[in-house]
């Protein structure tokens, strides 16, 4: 079964507006977490957030914030302003385990935004 | 702020040869991973290494070796290549379970 789920493969959101992307997981691990990496056409990985289990509050980091609903297994991705610079894939990420762990990251297939001017 | 070295940026190499990927994690980062991501997929683990010992291994071939230095950089060796090795191989450091942060990949092209 597919662990990271991102059902959107391609995204277009119009230059200053808000755009969420969709991640679902699939994990029995009590402790875990969830990364959001973006990958522009150059192809570096550029770390944007992360949401731990147990995290009580959902992570922002300036114009990135994650809408963590634990129940239903989902850790969606909002930008907020987009900007062109914002075009590029996308990928969700999971580490199963604790915190204090070093488990490698199992990812989505990811989303390719492109934001129109 | 140091980030993760990886070199050469980029590498191309016929089939059946061998490649040395090397690694240079961000200092005081106590653990390295190593992941390929063929065109348009997503970044598939390799193997991992945690203060110099094996920690984790995946989806990585028999042709393909991997260890860590006393320094802590790491070195993937590739083997026998084929055409299907062609990918970005990505290392990435984490201090224990936090953000891992990726380098800036080399382009493997076997031809």
């Known amino acids: 079964a597919q662990k990271i789920t991102q059902t959107q493969p391609g995204m277009f959101v119009q230059e200053k507006e808000a755009v969420t992307l969709d991640c679902t997981y699939d994990t029995s691990d009590p402790s875990y977490g969830l990364f959001w990496y973006k990958q522009p056409s150059s192809g570096e990985m550029i770390f944007l957030i992360y949401q731990g289990s147990y995290d009580q509050q959902n992570a922002t980091e300036g114009r990135y914030s994650l809408n963590f609903q634990k129940a239903r297994k989902s850790a969606n991705l909002v930008i907020s302003a987009s900007q062109l610079g914002d075009s590029a894939m996308y990928f969700c990420a999971m580490r199963e385990g604790p915190d204090s762990g070093n488990t490698p990251l199992v990812f989505g297939k990811g989303t390719r935004l492109s934001v129109i001017a | 702020a140091a980030g993760v070295i990886q070199s050469p940026r980029h590498l191309i190499k016929e089939k059946r040869e061998t490649a040395t990927l090397k690694c240079y994690p961000i200092p005081r980062h106590d653990t390295v991973y190593w992941y390929q991501q063929g065109p348009g997929q997503d970044p598939q683990f390799l193997i991992s290494?945690?203060?110099?010992?094996?920690?984790d291994k995946g989806s990585i071939p028999d042709r393909f070796s991997a260890q860590q230095f006393s320094d802590y950089h790491s070195e993937l060796n590739m083997s026998s290549l084929e055409l299907g090795d062609s990918a970005l191989y990505f290392c990435?450091?984490?201090?224990?379970?936090?953000?891992?942060?990726f380098g800036p990949g080399t382009r493997l092209t076997v031809l």
């Open positions: 990435a450091s984490s201090r224990g379970g936090d953000e891992q942060f």
């Open positions: 290494f945690y203060e110099k010992m094996q920690s």
